[in-house]
């Protein structure tokens, strides 16, 4: 039954951790502990410790987890089945991020499965959309440009905090109308969020994130704007406003979205161009005729998110049983390295064919900010090569990737000829 955004009340979900708790219909050959986000193969490399996946792992199997056992998915056709059939794989109550019992909200819209999902997305998808994000292009190189200009002369930096944070960051507070000077706090909170794997600190983080935009939803609707935030906080559906639970988990989920992923992603770019410096220069050959191949490879190569969703019925993949209520992860940088779907995947190649890249999901949970993605790795790319081409990694520094649900160098230390 779907469920109630407006009188939210907490999922009965049970989540079964460690190996004692693994369900009696899961065969024990498909029962593995796989380390993936935390353990210390997967921080060594993260993305050819998944791409590995292939050769070390069926293509479903059960993973145990102190943070809870659930099925994964590897290859690129199981994901794409998974996330294009809501009715088998529901994404209803399914955040791994823990709230109140007794001030509870859902996370809006991707824990809202259709029909009503939709009612939701049409309020912010003019703005998401190619074209709305498209008016942003002029806003997104001036900012590249100024940030690049406090750098360039010093012949080094660091990536994460001089370029990689503030492009993305910058950009998504100003779509939403909230304060730019506040963005190393709004970092804090999405690092404590995401990469404390700590029930407690994650649970005293979102509060802290949701007393902050309850203030901020009483100004939008006491003095509306034209930010995303403001519309959310003034929307009506069904001929009615929206909720305050409704607001409050829509504005939420879309400020843990802006913040991560981004900046994530540009790291693990800029780090591979910078140890890889031939095909640095590829890319700055072919960027005029080919930079949206290029976006779209890079892309495909560097995916830092997962999927999860419950399986909200019994059935079969791949021969093996899934019953409902299992929960399932699609792992969606593995399924960008399936070699039955990209030959050598994890070469680097402009030339493949187009296909169904998975870094931002599909189907109806697809990523609301998958274009505005898109859009900044492409002008990150002109504005940064155009007058930093040739940069490398500072001798002597270490690269450390920390455990989490997004995937990206912690710091990324750059230096080149002034």
Known sequence: MPIDAVNPVPPQIVRPRG??????????????????TNGPEFLENPHDFMANLHKT???????????????????????????????????????????????YFYFIPPEIDPPHHRKYRNIVDPMFSPAGVRTLEGKIRQLANELIDTIIDKGECE????????????????????????LDLFVTWADDLMHSENAEVMGKTLKKITNYLTEVIAEKQAHPDEGVFSVIA???IDGRPLAFKEILGFCTFLFIGGLDTVYATLNNIWLWMAENPDRRHEIIARMDKDIDAIVEELLRRWAVTFSG????????VRGVQLKKGDRITCILPACNFDPDVFPNPTEVDFNRPRKTILAFTVGVHSCMGGHLARLEVKIALQEWLKRIPDFAVKPGAKIEYRPGGVIGPHHVPLVWKA
Not at 19 to 36: A, C, I, S
Not at 57 to 74: A, E, K, L, Q
Not at 159 to 182: E, H, S
């Open 57 to 103: 792992r069926p293509p479903v199997y059960y993973d145990v987890s102190d943070f809870g056992n659930m099925w994964h998915f590897i290859k690129h056709e199981d994901a794409l089945f998974a996330l294009r059939h809501a009715e088998l794989f529901s994404n209803e109550g399914n955040s791994p991020f823990p709230r109140d019992p007794d001030d």
């Open 159 to 182: 990536f994460t905090t001089a370029f990689a944070r503030p492009l993305p960051v910058l950009i998504f507070l100003q779509l939403v109308g909230l304060p730019l000077d506040k």
């Open 309 to 316: 969703r419950e399986v909200a019925q019994d059935l079969e």
């Open 234 to 236: 003034n929307a009506r």
């Open 19 to 36: 190996f004692d708790q693994v369900p009696p219909h899961v065969p024990k050959e498909l029962v593995f502990k796989t380390g993936l």
